[in-house]
DNA sequence: TAGTTATTGAAAATGGTTTCCATTATCATT
DNA sequence: AATGATAATGGAAACCATTTTCAATAACTA
């Protein structure tokens, strides 16, 4: 466990953002959690650690993070937008199984590096047909999880 | 143009659903539409040729439908809720390129059997390893479309 | 250390979707 | 074709995640 400035850090000034308790702390939450934290869920983790924050501040952040590509944003269909580390150490490229019954979400790495290949050659052909700057992919498979099938 | 009931009639008594104006003029609707239509679209399309439907029976009928397996329901992130034919004469399967700028929505059919055919296959691997159920997938590239690069 | 300005937080606004409930329409049965 | 049980409808209000507004505060620069 070594010291020093956490990763983040100079991100943030090569992009020109102040360096904030809230932000650092939102970073820190979403760096340690398991995964797939809402913005009110944030908010609440956050909270423990410093009350004075406020939603708005969360959901700003979360956009900020977002747009600096350090988290993701997800929306799996229950109304409310997720967000998950996407960066730094820990983190390790993924897709989901989302149950449409409980809401379950499982995050799985098999086939990831056959995927990954197989999505950027066609994103790759699609990118030139179409004229279209690929940013990001999204692959997710809905069904019922083992406890609700 | 063979007259003749419509095709989802039985699919309708099969469920035991009962066969009403407002829902056979919705699914008319988007069975003659392009495509990717939100609610409210719905709604504005269907009060021309029927002025007292309400957008209430609007979101019932929609989810009915995706529920049926007869349209499918999208969000492609820009807050609203998007469907599509998903059954029928006049469907097909296909995936999404998503501009980010604008919200463009470019539907492409390029790949597709080769997408359908590595993703089922995945989707079979995971399915046992997981003791998931798959009902269906959600492919969708984000970026910038070649008016907003 | 002071000044500029990005950032913050509370409250209010927004907007898509859902809930409530009295009225209406569908369909099986007569 | 008329009846009755009940599914379906539509308008208003409720919901709830997210965004906007704006005055107060904190971060970085000079």
């Known amino acids: 466990m070594p010291g020093g400035p956490p990763w983040w850090q100079r991100r ?6 102040r360096l904030t308790l ?3 702390i939102i970073l820190d939450v979403l760096s340690r959690t398991s995964r797939h934290l809402s913005a009110e869920e ?14 708005t501040t969360v959901y700003r952040t979360l956009d900020l993070l977002a747009q600096m590509g350090l988290i993701s944003k ?18 390790e490229h ?15 790495t098999d086939f990831i590096d056959d995927e990954v290949e197989f999505l950027s050659m066609i994103g790759k052909t699609l990118s030139k047909k179409y004229n ?12 019922l999880c083992d406890k609700c099938r």
């Open 94 to 108: 993924h897709h989901h199984l989302i149950c449409i019954s409980c809401g379950r979400i499982i995050d799985y």
């Open 22 to 24: 809230p932000r650092q």
């Open 42 to 55: 944030v908010y609440m983790a956050v909270r423990r650690i410093y009350p004075a924050i406020g939603l």
């Open 74 to 91: 997800f929306d799996f269909g229950d109304g409310r937008n997720r967000y998950e580390l996407t960066a730094g150490p820990g983190s």
């Open 12 to 17: 943030f000034k090569g992009y020109g953002y």
């Open 132 to 143: 279209f700057k690929i940013n990001t992919h999204q692959l997710q498979f809905y069904g």
